[in-house]
């Protein structure tokens, strides 16, 4: 049983549509982050989110934390090609972080 | 300068051997990690360091164990490779202690491919 569900597993939308990933657990975390993972590379931070019902954002990229702090949202407005790649929620429900079973994006031109 | 560094990029063996990969931060973080990529991209934690000492070490099998020389290297050893063990491996790096608030940075990772 995967501590963090990613929804969806793939996604594949074209340039200009908007997009929504969830990240699910029955476990209530402190914090949550959100990682995007290109081809060949590893992991890069995109935000943190630490309060329930916290939303941020980042240009184009909306961030939620659920209220319960068990769920957290990203939603991309006007994809861009640029925004290909895995994207990752992690949560640490102690001092181990756990990465979630991953959604790839890809947005065809 | 690359942050997070990881060698070597790809490493090829057979079955049986002994390997192993090197990390190094130029972040000054007293916090570095080694993590498992699975095949559907699963990103799964395997040991962390702090200031010398191993504070996680996750169910992973005694073939592999984690050497740091300094502060800013975590190295990773693995014996008697398997089949199984064929992932791409990240080495990642945090200020402090790996809490969820952390931003830990990862290396680009090193294919390990077992025939």
């Known amino acids: 049983t995967q501590l963090l569900e990613q929804s969806p597993q793939f996604l594949s939308i074209q340039e200009g549509e908007n997009l929504t990933v969830y990240c699910n657990s029955s476990?209530?975390?402190?914090?949550l982050q959100w990682y995007r993972q290109e081809p060949g590379e590893g992991p890069v931070l995109l935000v943190t989110?630490?309060?329930?019902?916290e939303v941020k954002k980042l240009k184009r990229l909306t961030f939620q934390f659920g209220d319960a702090r068990k769920d957290s949202s990203l939603h991309i407005t006007a994809a861009q090609p640029g925004d290909t790649g895995l994207y990752l929620c992690?949560?640490?429900?102690?001092?181990?972080?756990?990465f979630g079973t991953g959604t790839r994006l890809t947005v065809i031109p | 300068d690359t942050a997070v560094s990881q060698t070597p990029k790809y490493l090829v063996t057979q079955m049986g051997n002994d390997k192993s990969i090197k990390c190094e931060q130029n972040?000054?973080?007293?916090?570095m990690y080694w993590y498992k990529q699975d095949s559907k991209k699963f990103l799964k934690i395997m040991f962390s360091?702090?200031?010398?000492?191993?504070?996680i070490n996750e169910t992973v099998p005694n073939r592999f164990s984690p050497k740091s020389p300094d502060k800013a290297h975590l190295n990773l050893h693995i014996n008697s490779l398997e089949l199984g063990d064929s992932a791409v491996y990240f080495c990642?790096?945090?200020?402090?202690?790996?809490?969820?608030?952390?931003?830990?940075?990862f290396g680009p990772g090193t294919r390990l491919t077992v025939l």
């Open positions: 990642a790096s945090s200020r402090a202690s790996g809490g969820p608030r952390d931003t830990q940075y």
């Open positions: 476990s209530v975390f402190s914090s």
């Open positions: 989110v630490v309060t329930g019902g």
């Open positions: 992690a949560g640490a429900p102690a001092n181990n972080l756990f």
């Open positions: 972040l000054g973080h007293d916090t």
């Open positions: 360091y702090n200031n010398k000492e191993l504070i």
